[in-house]
């Protein structure tokens, strides 16, 4: 075929829909977030897309995105059990998953975090697993996952070696952060050939700014109430803060219990809130200030969101955060450090009123040209189909 031949058939090939099955486990979460974004976007752009989730967790947070997004999904929605660490049932829930995928006959089985990625990855790697009924591209977002354990541990070892075994099988992966590909890089080794960078994305309704709530506390905390999300540290670091300031957490999660009673024994009952889920916009108006002390992330939804509603923002300096922040990214304080993130919430709030002004209007701007979901399907669209032109 002449150049202008191939030209031609890739230009074709481009407006060809496409079958797409994403494979992740708990409905729930930023990656939650992610997928079924993107599985929306994507069957508004007319491919087939399906989902295969957990279905012992999320409940009714998540039955109330997956029940109606499975109307507009040609694939549907599919919820097996699914446990969240390494199982002797990971190897019959990869089967099942493969014996869907034959039926459903996707060219694209997309694997999010560290589960969905085996199971998308597994079957091709083992003998016996039922075949695909024509070219299937592999495609594995990490979401942290795996990434966020240590190298020279038993387990983070042992997850790292199983990433470098199924790297072999991976056509495909869309890093939603250059952190997550250059920790790929330090502790896996270098990712398959067709590897890009696609930043998360919002909605184009999320870049309308959101303000505070009359009654808003000075701070907000919106996410999950575990360790790994630095929720001590923020407490710790309140309390060295005027006590006149009010706090609010908005959320649940394993650690919750122990959380409320770290904050009794700071004395800070009378100034914390605890406040239950909630749509992140709602929550965003309980306060003037969002405060996102994470200790481990990859890329949080919630730092992207507050930022495009112009509220505010003191997030810890890890993951790919810094990369949310570009050319302020200076102001982050680093994670795990009660003192330095107290001395930046302190200087969010006696910053002066037109110096927020124009940081938060940077800031929006920054995440209105990178971080979309026009921008995030596009460049997984593209992926998938240079995938599929390289298997052939």
Not at 148 to 156: A, D, E, V
Request: overall charge positive.
């Amino acid at each position: 075929m002449t150049a202008a031949g191939d030209h031609t058939a890739i230009a074709a090939a481009a407006h060809v829909p496409l079958r797409i099955l994403h494979v992740m486990r708990a409905p729930v979460g930023g990656l939650f977030r992610h997928v079924a974004d993107l599985a929306r976007a994507q069957a508004q752009a007319g491919h087939a897309v399906g989902i295969v989730a957990d279905s012992a967790t999320g409940g009714d947070d998540a039955a109330r995105v997956l029940e109606p997004l499975s109307q507009s999904l040609a694939l549907g929605v599919t919820r097996l059990p699914m446990h969240r660490l390494p199982h002797l049932d990971d190897l019959r829930m990869a089967w099942r998953i493969a014996a869907l995928a034959q039926g459903l006959s996707p060219d694209i089985l997309h694997g999010h975090g560290a589960k969905g990625g085996l199971y998308a990855r597994l079957p091709a790697l083992l003998p016996g697993f039922p075949a695909p009924p024509r070219p299937l591209a592999r495609a594995y977002t990490p979401h942290g996952g795996s990434l966020h354990f240590r190298r020279r541990t038993p387990l983070g070892g042992a997850f790292f070696a199983a990433e470098r075994l199924m790297a072999r099988v991976t056509d495909f992966i869309p890093f939603e952060s250059d952190y997550a590909r250059r920790r790929f890089c330090e502790v896996i080794g270098s990712p398959p050939p067709l590897a890009r960078v696609v930043h998360n994305g919002l909605l184009p309704e999320e870049f309308a700014t959101i303000p505070p709530a009359p009654d808003a506390a000075d701070f907000v905390f919106i996410g999950e109430m575990r360790v790994a999300k630095g929720v001590e540290d923020l407490l710790r670091a309140f309390a060295s803060l005027p006590g006149a300031l009010r706090l609010s957490l908005v959320g649940s999660g394993s650690d919750e219990a122990a959380f409320r009673g770290l904050s009794e024994r700071l004395g800070l009952s009378n100034r914390v809130q605890f406040l239950p889920r909630m749509p992140t916009r709602a929550a965003l108006r309980r306060g003037r200030i969002l405060v996102a002390p994470s200790r481990a992330e990859s890329l949080p939804y919630i730092v992207i969101e507050a930022i495009a509603a112009r509220r505010p923002v003191v997030a810890s300096s890890v993951g790919g955060v810094p990369e949310i922040f570009g050319a302020h990214a200076h102001l982050l304080p680093p994670p795990g450090d009660p003192p330095a993130l107290a001395a930046a919430m302190d200087a969010a709030l006696h910053m002066a009123g037109a110096e927020r002004e124009a940081l938060t209007d940077d800031l929006a701007a920054h995440a209105s040209d990178r971080f979309t979901i026009e921008r995030m399907n596009a460049g997984i669209l593209a992926g998938y189909r240079a995938a599929l032109a390289a298997l052939g």
